[in-house]
């Protein structure tokens, strides 16, 4: 999974949801993760993937990209379900979308909000000192990404990686993370020098942003609410499940003709 691209889709895209404010966007995926735990109708949580695959499409971002990133949880669903196979593919079904839509929920917020954001929201209820080492941990990632690639490449320019000698490339390369975790050190302590001299006393100051709602907000928070009250209708009204096939149709035909629009406009 590379983390700079999906960093690069969450600050650099145009859609409706990018520009909704993150505690919106996080309400919006409170609502969806609770729909889906909630529901237990496999025609219903098949309904709702299609449904965010369509506001994956909705974000003018490569919808296939975003799906491959929300599919590697199938992987641990399918081996669940094969664990508890009762010889019921529909229950082995509702297992495996599940997973496929909290996942792809998650991707979803992730790729169209930027970390800091993100960070901003939920930081009154965290501790300051865990708040600030994960906000800086984060953007270490980035550097630390960048030297692994630095390293393979100059592995492989000198010899070091080639191909049907593993047990040497593993030697090699273990080489390398010991080289690589020195100069981690050393770049770890030029960011806090950096950080003291830009007048980091102890403490990250935070950008405040404006509550009131906006438009691309309240279409966030419409979408949640609305998939979140077909669940709750038809959790407490058992009959209306008949036509989870109807809502399953609904969404198909959405992400077809929002394909098509997203193939001419473009």
Do not use: C
């Not at 409170?30 to 529901?39: Q, W």
């Not at 599919?71 to 010889?87: K, M």
């Not at 865990?130 to 000198?158: H, M, N, P």
């Not at 960011?191 to 007048?199: C, T």
């Amino acid at each position: 999974m590379d983390v700079a691209i999906i960093d690069y889709y969450a600050n650099h895209g145009n859609s409706f949801l990018h520009k909704a404010k993150a505690f919106w966007k996080i309400v919006f995926v409170a609502l969806l993760i609770t729909s889906i735990i909630l529901t237990n109708e496999f025609y219903l949580l098949l309904g709702i993937y299609f449904a965010l695959v369509t506001i994956a499409v909705w974000t003018k971002l490569p919808v296939t990209k975003i799906v491959t990133i929300a599919a590697y949880p199938a992987i641990f669903a399918l081996i669940f379900a094969f664990l508890v196979w009762n010889g019921s593919w529909i229950r082995a079904g509702v297992i495996i979308f599940k997973a496929l839509s909290a996942a792809l929920t998650m991707v979803l917020l992730i790729v169209t909000t930027s970390y800091p954001e993100v960070f901003n929201v939920i930081r009154p209820i965290m501790p300051r000192i865990i708040a600030e080492g994960l906000f800086v941990t984060y953007r270490s990632v980035f550097i630390l990404l960048e030297l692994t690639d630095q390293l393979i490449k100059g592995l492989k320019v000198r010899g070091g990686i080639t191909r049907r000698k593993y047990i040497a490339n593993i030697k090699n390369f273990s080489s390398g993370i010991g080289l690589l975790l020195v100069r981690g050190f050393d770049i770890s302590e030029k960011f806090y020098g950096v950080m003291n001299i830009r007048g980091y006393g102890g403490r990250i100051s935070y950008e405040r942003t404006n509550s009131f709602i906006t438009l691309n907000d309240g279409i966030a928070l419409v979408l949640g609410i609305l998939i979140f009250t077909v669940v709750i209708v038809t959790v407490i009204r058992k009959s209306l499940l008949e036509f989870s096939v109807y809502i399953l149709a609904l969404s198909i035909i959405a992400l077809v003709i929002s394909s098509i629009y997203k193939q001419f406009s473009t």
